[in-house]
Nanobody, 125 residues
Framework: QVQLVESGGGSVQAGGSLMLSCAASGYDVSAYCMGWFRQGAGKEREPVARISASGGTAYANFVKDRFTMSRDNAKNTLYLRLNSLKPEDTAMYYC???????????????????WGQGTQVTVSS
């Protein structure tokens, strides 16, 4: 049974940083493309970043070098480092997994079939 557990969210002031983690069980984080998404209040879920099995990363345009996605295969854990946070980054952040492909073929949330419960990030001005 695949389980994804996010942690590391919190409340910070604008300009601050957070490190989000996504611990996986029943799933090999190094075998498939995985992603981070976020959903603000009253908004649709949107992609933030993704990482392929080979380790290549890609980011949404709004990230603009502020966020870094990484992976620790030994710990079977995904990370998302958030720097230079802005109030508009306030959202629930989710990690997502799929078992279709090691390469990242789609940004759509519907392409992923496993989701964590999310971790809240709140940025105040």
């Amino acid at each position: 049974q695949v389980q994804l557990v996010e942690s590391g969210g919190g409340s910070v002031q604008a300009g601050g940083s957070l490190m989000l983690s996504c611990a996986a069980s029943g799933y090999d984080v190094s075998a498939y493309c995985m992603g981070w998404f976020r959903q603000g209040a009253g908004k649709e879920r949107e992609p933030v970043a993704r990482i392929s099995a080979s380790g290549g990363t890609a980011y949404a345009n709004f990230v603009k070098d502020r966020f870094t996605m990484s992976r620790d295969n030994a710990k079977n854990t995904l990370y998302l480092r958030l720097n230079s946070l802005k109030p508009e980054d306030t959202a629930m952040y989710y990690c997502a997994a799929q078992t279709v492909s090691p390469s990242c073929r789609d940004w759509s949330p519907s392409w992923y079939n496993y989701w964590g419960q999310g971790t809240q990030v709140t940025v105040s001005s």
